[in-house]
Nanobody
Framework: QVQLVESGGGLVQAGGSLTLSCTAS????????MGWFRQAPGKQRELVAR???????????SYADSVKGRFTMSEDNAKNTVYLQMNNLKPEDTAVYYC???????????????????WGQGTQVTVSS
């Protein structure tokens, strides 16, 4: 049973920084992708940042337009951990942040799909104005 454990959330003033951590119970390179999603009250869960793994390395990063230039996702394979460094935080970044991992990639109608999805329990990030 794969487990993802997040930490690092909290309360910060606008313009401040936080770093979220997500530690997996297995080697992160066994996943095809890991990412961070967030969900604000009354809104749908949205993708914030994603890493794509292959051949034992991270070979692609992507970010939501709303966080580009402010958030950076990184990984430490030796610690089975991915991070989300969040700088210049804004009140609209307030949300519960979830770590996600997916494995067993396949294609359906030319769309990338994954057989298995794993989620962390979520960590609250609150940005005050």
């Amino acid at each position: 049973q794969v487990q993802l454990v997040e930490s690092g959330g909290g309360l910060v003033q606008a313009g401040g920084s936080l770093t979220l951590s997500c530690t997996a119970s297995e080697n992160i390179f066994r996943f095809n992708t890991m990412g961070w999603f967030r969900q604000a009250p009354g809104k749908q869960r949205e993708l914030v940042a994603r890493m794509t793994f292959g051949s034992g390395t991270n070979y692609a990063d992507s970010y939501a337009d709303s966080v580009k230039g402010r958030f950076t996702m990184s990984e430490d394979n030796a610690k089975n951990t991915v991070y989300l460094q969040m700088n210049n935080l804004k009140p609209e970044d307030t949300a519960v942040y979830y770590c996600h991992a997916a494995s067993d990639l396949y294609y359906s109608n030319y769309v990338t799909q994954y057989e298995y999805h794993y989620w962390g329990q979520g960590t609250q990030v609150t940005v005050s104005s």
